[in-house]
Nanobody, 122 residues
């Protein structure tokens, strides 16, 4: 099983960035997929999730309206499009897989990627 997140980098306040996550080694279409983030010195937190079909998406209040999660089951990929980035969005972003569901509870996620760092400069 492998989840490889990439696309992070340094961006100015108000800028945009798109994160990608490539999945392999498991039945991708059977899993809800999510993005979580962890800022330095803080606990990891939920960002967004999408159901196995892509028909339902849920967001943390802090990113709702600025971030968009999407997936392509044929490509075994998920993305997180981020707009109007703010310094408080600075964190390591992780993609993760949850069997059957798509919740905000990280304890439900069984597969995790290695993370990609997003830094938003003020």
């Amino acid at each position: 099983v492998q989840l490889q997140a990439y696309g992070g980098g340094l961006v100015q306040t108000g800028g945009s960035l798109r994160l990608s996550c490539a999945a392999s080694g498991f039945a991708f279409g059977d899993y809800g997929m999510g993005w979580f983030r962890q800022a330095s010195g803080q606990e990891r937190e939920f960002v967004a999730t999408v159901t196995w079909s892509g028909s339902s998406k849920y967001y943390a209040d802090s990113v709702n309206g600025r971030f968009t999660i999407s997936r392509d089951n044929a490509k075994r990929m998920i993305w997180l499009q981020m707009h109007n980035l703010q310094p408080e969005d600075t964190a390591v972003y992780y993609c993760a897989a949850e069997k059957g569901l798509a919740t905000k509870y990280q304890e439900n996620y069984v597969y995790w990627g290695q993370g990609t760092l997003v830094t938003v400069s003020s």
